[in-house]
């Protein structure tokens, strides 16, 4: 079974603080994707990563980094935290080929105060 | 247009029936479709993807594809209070990407 596992499963921050998200899977994933999910605006990309080193923009990259220095590790950075970014944080991943079926980590309720 | 639209919902069958849940799609060039369930506070699990037009059955859950129509939909039988989640279409966003298109999910209510 794919396993996808994220650092925190809740982490509260105060506003201007650095965070860090890490998403990690265990199945040789090419493809790793970080989303944000709000009520009422469903699920929207924020960054993927096609390889290590590798990093493509989402629908809303704004206000967020992303680092992918191993195979099995995606993070996502908050530099400045927002209150504007407390939501629910899902990481993905899925591998090479036509499937392109993608599996999710139990996801990180990060609030910002 | 959406590229990937669900009926919001909340939809609300009785235990037993069947539930059916829709989605189209706006993108010709799709080739990959999955539904994911997605109880409250927790991830979305996959529970079925489908490629090819037609019908495609795993227990109590059908995916239905119509590329013509572009129209992607799911039937659950028997529906059980247990089913009651968000249930989410994603499209795969064309022929060369790897990234997923979804929606925004319809919520469904199993009433026992």
């Known amino acids: 079974d794919v396993k996808v596992t994220q650092s925190s499963r809740y982490l509260v921050k105060r506003t201007g603080e650095k965070v860090f998200l890490e998403c990690v899977q265990d199945m040789d994933h090419e493809n790793m994707f970080w989303y944000r999910q709000d009520p009422g605006l469903g699920l929207r990309l924020i960054y993927f990563?096609?390889?290590?080193?590798?990093?493509e923009k989402g629908d809303i990259p704004e206000g967020y980094s992303v680092s992918r220095e191993k195979k099995e590790r995606f993070s996502l950075i908050l530099e400045s935290a927002s209150t504007n970014q407390t939501s629910m944080y899902l990481c993905?991943?899925?591998?090479?080929?036509?499937?392109?079926?993608?599996?999710f980590g139990p996801g990180t309720r990060l609030t910002v105060t | 247009q959406k590229e990937v639209e669900q009926n919001s919902g909340p939809l609300s069958v009785p235990e037993g029936a069947i539930a059916s849940l829709n989605c189209t799609y706006s993108?010709?060039?799709?080739?990959?479709f999955f539904w994911y369930r997605q109880y409250s506070g927790k991830s979305p699990e996959l529970i079925m993807s489908?490629?090819?037009?037609g019908d495609k059955e795993d227990g109590r859950f059908t995916a239905q594809l119509n590329k013509a129509s572009q129209y992607v939909s799911l039937l659950i039988r028997d529906s059980q209070p247990s089913d009651s989640a968000t249930y989410l279409c994603a499209v795969n966003k064309d022929r060369s990407a790897r990234q997923l298109t979804f929606g925004s999910g319809t919520q469904l209510t199993v009433l026992p």
């Open positions: 990563s096609y390889d290590v080193k590798m990093k």
């Open positions: 993905a991943s899925n591998g090479q080929g036509s499937s392109y079926e993608q599996y």
């Open positions: 489908i490629y090819s037009n």
């Open positions: 993108d010709r060039g799709s080739q990959s």
